[in-house]
């Protein structure tokens, strides 16, 4: 049996932020509820992170006018602390995203294993829109953080 080639997605921003809030941003389950969206008619409903090698993350992502949902997890497999987070998705897929200070800007390249169900295109213009909704909002938010990582 011939194993088929996996392809692999990456999306990418620069986020108008120093790198601390990117990554306090992109870890913190309340952050991750204000911009884990694609378009304004979903939202996620609750995020719990275990930010740590071994630990899961959940995020409850759902249309706003209740038709349908869904639950996006996964597991850490290895957690560089404002570097790099590399995880297995529940279905078995791979992701990995990065965090590049310059300056104070900060660039996030998100890579992924496309799943089977829906074109290449779809899942990149998808994960896209919420990496931008990310930058959105992590660039208007208060700096409220420590930077005592």
């Known amino acids: 049996m011939e194993q088929q080639e996996k392809t692999t997605i990456t999306v990418q921003a620069t986020i108008a932020a120093p790198l601390e809030k990117v990554w306090k941003c992109w870890t913190s389950p309340e952050d991750i509820v204000r911009w884990n969206h694609a378009s304004d008619d979903w939202h996620t409903t609750d995020a719990r992170n275990d930010l740590w090698p071994g630990g899961r993350f959940s995020y409850r992502m759902e249309a706003k006018d209740g038709s349908i949902g869904f639950d996006f997890w996964g597991t850490y497999d290895k957690v560089t ?69």
């Not at 169900?117 to 409220?144: C, H, M, Y």
């Open 81 to 149: 602390i404002l570097e790099c987070i590399e995880s297995t998705l529940g279905d078995g897929r791979k992701m990995m995203v990065s965090f590049s200070p310059a300056g104070n800007q900060t660039e996030v390249v998100e890579s992924f294993e496309a799943e089977g169900t829906n074109p290449v295109e779809l899942q990149r213009a998808g994960w896209q829109a919420i990496l931008d909704n990310f930058k959105k909002v992590t660039e208007t938010s208060p700096l409220e953080f420590q930077s005592s990582l």
